[in-house]
Antibody
Framework: QVQLQESGPGLVKPSQTLSLMCTVS??????????WSWIRQHPGKGLEWIGY???????HYNPALKSRVTISVDTSKNQFSLKLTSVTAADTAVYHC????????????????WGQGTLVTVSS | DIVMTQSPDSLAVSLGERATINCKSS????????????LAWYQQKPGQPPKLLIY???TRKSGVPDRFIGGGSGTDFTLTISSLQAEDVAVYYC?????????FGQGTKLEIK
């Protein structure tokens, strides 16, 4: 059973950088057919896809956040991470990491495993 | 971006009755070359991450009860729960995977009447 666990500071000051790690267990982050995504959920609101990374290091970001986001992967530790710069109160949200299944032939993709999520509050 | 709009925002249905949630995309998510709709449905219970229910707009993920029925095509989709059970209380999201950025509806909160 694949499990994902987010970790990182729960409080970040405005203008600083939000940094989160996702540790994958029960499966290899280098498995083919999968990407690894970050998705956030503002309090009481819907879901916003931030971006994904492939174990090869290939990334794709949401244009709305692209200028501030970096997702990286460490295959030796089975982890991937999120950095979001210049945060404001609008970045306060629960941040989830998720496994992103993708079939390149059909285009089918879905998030099949998620972390529980970690609340990050941006406040001075 | 493809904007996904769900209706209603909240819904209260009696146990055993039918619940229907609507999802509309700002542009078609039907891919003509394979005649498939690039749409998924997720269920999120309180304190839990979302769980995949349906993909290709109508294909249930293995293990999902058959009371969950996805339908629609192009820009208009529905998720129907044919006979509401107490454990179905949750927020439901539609999501398109036709184009990046991947986008979700705002969610529909389903409660027991």
């Amino acid at each position: 059973q694949v499990q994902l666990q987010e970790s990182g500071p729960g409080l970040v000051k405005p203008s600083q950088t939000l940094s989160l790690m996702c540790t994958v267990s029960g499966g290899s982050i280098s498995s083919s057919g999968y990407y690894w995504s970050w998705i956030r959920q503002h309090p009481g609101k819907g879901l916003e896809w931030i971006g994904y990374i492939h174990y090869t290091g290939s990334t794709h970001y949401n244009p709305a956040l692209k200028s501030r986001v970096t997702i990286s992967v460490d295959t030796s530790k089975n982890q991937f991470s999120l950095k979001l710069t210049s945060v404001t109160a609008a970045d306060t949200a629960v941040y989830h990491c998720a496994r992103d299944y993708f079939d390149g032939n059909s285009g089918l993709r879905y998030f099949d495993y998620w972390g529980q999520g970690t609340l990050v509050t941006v406040s001075s | 971006d493809i904007v996904m709009t769900q209706s209603p925002d909240s819904l209260a249905v009696s146990l055993g009755e039918r619940a229907t949630i609507n999802c509309k995309s700002s542009q078609s998510v039907l891919y003509n070359s394979n005649n498939k709709n690039y749409l998924a449905w997720y269920q999120q219970k309180p304190g839990q991450p979302p769980k995949l229910l349906i993909y290709w707009a109508s294909t249930r993920k293995s293990g999902v009860p058959d009371r969950f029925i996805g339908g629609g095509s192009g820009t208009d989709f529905t998720l129907t729960i044919s006979s509401l059970q107490a454990e179905d209380v949750a927020v439901y999201y539609c999501q398109q995977y036709n184009l990046t950025p991947l986008t979700f509806g705002q969610g529909t909160k389903l409660e027991i009447k």
